[in-house]
């Protein structure tokens, strides 16, 4: 037989050449693979992300299926500005364990700590920057505005418990349950209850230290501190020119500021502290802060010292009064920037101060001030961040003390933030036992 004739195969009756028959083959395979697997790999389709939405495109449907973002909503927040910083990051960090993002709480501008009707709400993109907050908190934490909610109606309520039988353990069971099915498909959870200030606490320092770190004051308030950091450089620059002989024309005049808890309403508050819980190094009298400051290790005179302290509790007129020499003692009043403070809220007055006590060369405050004990995390943080490996001293860059703990000698105690605490109970509630 004619070997050419085997080139010659037929198919259903058709001749075809050899290459024809396998091309033939190869489309029939297709045709079957398709036929039978395609079903299985079609509701893969395409990913699409759309403003707040994740759209999956899938090919046996007409439509869009949504994956909603989750919102976490919680109470108004109140009292003073670092107990509502506080309160925020733990919002935060509990939005962030219910992998939910937060809805932009109320804060309060106001300060009333029993007559909750009189608090007047402000939001927060009022006191700090919304955006930025975002911008460098983006992976850890998020905030979103109530415009981005597709459906307020779908809430589910989470009753914060309350009282010594809600124990730490008991709240983090119900955040564990809240993160799961159920009452993970609503699209808001609702906690009510009390402020977040009183929530338990589940997060270590750094946790808070990171919110805190993408907390930036609207342009409108930190222009205020401006305003008032440079009058006291201007101050200070006065200070230096009368005192030629005594510090070199080169080097500024330095700035401390100090946190001054003398008012009326503290010293009844730090009294009964101080008896609820058998300690003494709570309270300061006018004259202890002064003879500290006085005293702290290494301090170059003159000296320019910004009272920060608040004006309408305050019932005692003499504060500038008993210094020691080359100490220049000024507040709000003396240095003329009173007018900055007066036509502002309570709320953006605290926030001034707090950033006037931040940018400080040297900071004196109260370790059971939670005022004072943010400042001091700020700084903390702002040492760690600039690479400083020494933070205690009187030689570091940017150093604190605690005038309501006595140092070496007279002098306060030099204060640094244990960052690797595993709550923030020591600055949200105070502490005798800091670092250094």
Same mark, same amino acid.
């Given at each position: 037989?004619?070997?050419?004739n085997?080139k010659?195969? #037929?198919?259903?009756?058709?001749?075809l050449n050899?290459?024809?028959a396998k091309?033939l083959?190869?489309? /029939?395979i297709?045709?079957?693979?398709g036929? $039978?697997?395609?079903?299985?790999?079609?509701?893969?389709?395409?990913?699409?992300?759309?403003?707040?939405?994740?759209f999956?495109?899938?090919?046996?449907?007409?439509?869009?299926?949504?994956?909603?973002?989750?919102?976490?909503?919680v109470p108004?927040?109140?009292?003073?500005?670092n107990n509502?910083?506080? =309160?925020?990051?733990?919002?935060?960090?509990?939005a962030?364990?219910?992998?939910r993002t937060?809805?932009?709480?109320?804060?309060? =501008?106001?300060?009333?700590y029993?007559? $909750?009707?009189l608090?007047?709400?402000?939001s927060?993109?009022?006191i700090?920057?919304?955006? %930025?907050?975002n911008?460098?908190?983006?992976?850890?934490?998020?905030?979103? %505005?109530?415009s981005?909610?597709?459906?307020q109606s779908?809430?589910?309520?989470?009753?914060?418990?309350?009282g #010594?039988?809600?124990t730490?353990?008991?709240?983090?069971?119900?955040?564990?349950?809240?993160?799961k099915h159920?009452?993970?498909?609503?699209?808001?959870?609702?906690? /009510?209850?009390?402020?977040?200030?009183?929530?338990?606490d589940?997060?270590?320092?750094k946790?808070?230290?990171?919110?805190?770190?993408c907390l930036?004051?609207?342009?409108?308030?930190s222009?205020e501190?401006?305003k &008032?950091?440079?009058?006291i450089?201007?101050?200070?620059?006065?200070?230096?020119?009368?005192? =030629?002989?005594?510090?070199?024309?080169?080097?500024?005049?330095?700035?401390?500021a &100090?946190?001054?808890?003398?008012e009326?309403?503290?010293?009844?508050?730090c009294k009964?502290?101080?008896?609820?819980?058998?300690?003494?190094?709570?309270?300061?009298?006018?004259?202890?802060?002064m003879?500290?400051?006085?005293?702290?290790?290494?301090?170059?005179t003159?000296?320019? &010292?910004?009272?920060?302290?608040?004006?309408?509790?305050?019932e005692?007129?003499? $504060?500038?009064?008993?210094?020691?020499d080359?100490?220049?003692?000024?507040?709000k009043?003396?240095?003329?920037?009173f007018?900055?403070?007066?036509k502002?809220?309570?709320?953006?007055?605290s926030?001034?101060?707090?950033?006037?006590?931040?940018r400080?060369?040297?900071?004196?405050?109260?370790s059971?001030?939670?005022f004072?004990?943010?400042?001091?995390?700020?700084?903390?943080q702002?040492?760690?961040?600039?690479?400083? +490996?020494?933070?205690?001293?009187?030689?570091? #860059?940017?150093p604190?003390? =605690?005038?309501?703990i %006595?140092? &070496?000698?007279?002098?306060p105690?030099?204060?640094?933030?244990?960052m690797?605490? +595993?709550?923030?109970?020591?600055?949200?509630?105070?502490?005798?036992?800091?670092?250094?």
């Amino acid at each position: 037989m004619d070997l050419s004739n085997c080139k010659q195969l #037929r198919f259903f009756g058709v001749h075809l050449n050899f290459l024809a028959a396998k091309c033939l083959l190869l489309v /029939v395979i297709a045709l079957f693979l398709g036929t $039978v697997l395609l079903p299985t790999f079609s509701g893969l389709g395409r990913v699409i992300r759309q403003n707040n939405f994740v759209f999956v495109h899938n090919r046996s449907f007409p439509s869009y299926q949504p994956v909603k973002q989750k919102f976490l909503e919680v109470p108004q927040i109140v009292w003073g500005l670092n107990n509502q910083k506080i =309160a925020f990051a733990r919002a935060c960090l509990t939005a962030r364990m219910l992998n939910r993002t937060l809805l932009m709480p109320k804060l309060s =501008a106001s300060l009333f700590y029993k007559e $909750v009707e009189l608090l007047k709400p402000i939001s927060f993109d009022k006191i700090f920057q919304f955006e %930025r907050f975002n911008s460098i908190c983006k992976g850890f934490v998020q905030l979103s %505005r109530y415009s981005d909610v597709s459906n307020q109606s779908d809430i589910i309520e989470l009753q914060k418990g309350s009282g #010594r039988r809600w124990t730490l353990e008991k709240d983090l069971e119900q955040l564990n349950q809240f993160s799961k099915h159920p009452y993970d498909a609503r699209e808001i959870i609702r906690i /009510v209850g009390k402020n977040p200030f009183l929530w338990h606490d589940h997060w270590p320092t750094k946790d808070y230290a990171k919110v805190f770190e993408c907390l930036s004051l609207v342009e409108e308030i930190s222009m205020e501190a401006d305003k &008032v950091v440079s009058k006291i450089r201007e101050i200070g620059m006065e200070v230096r020119s009368k005192n =030629a002989m005594s510090i070199s024309s080169s080097q500024p005049v330095p700035f401390v500021a &100090v946190h001054m808890r003398i008012e009326k309403d503290w010293m009844i508050h730090c009294k009964k502290l101080e008896q609820r819980l058998n300690i003494s190094e709570i309270c300061s009298s006018k004259e202890e802060i002064m003879a500290r400051v006085g005293s702290i290790a290494g301090l170059k005179t003159p000296v320019v &010292v910004y009272l920060a302290v608040a004006d309408t509790l305050l019932e005692d007129n003499t $504060v500038l009064n008993g210094w020691k020499d080359g100490l220049h003692p000024y507040e709000k009043k003396t240095l003329g920037v009173f007018d900055i403070y007066k036509k502002q809220p309570y709320l953006f007055q605290s926030a001034i101060d707090y950033e006037v006590c931040l940018r400080s060369d040297i900071f004196v405050g109260n370790s059971f001030s939670t005022f004072s004990s943010l400042v001091v995390l700020d700084r903390t943080q702002k040492m760690i961040k600039a690479g400083e +490996t020494k933070l205690c001293g009187s030689d570091v #860059r940017w150093p604190s003390y =605690a005038y309501n703990i %006595r140092g &070496v000698g007279n002098s306060p105690y030099p204060w640094v933030t244990n960052m690797s605490d +595993t709550s923030l109970t020591a600055i949200s509630y105070g502490s005798n036992h800091i670092s250094c």
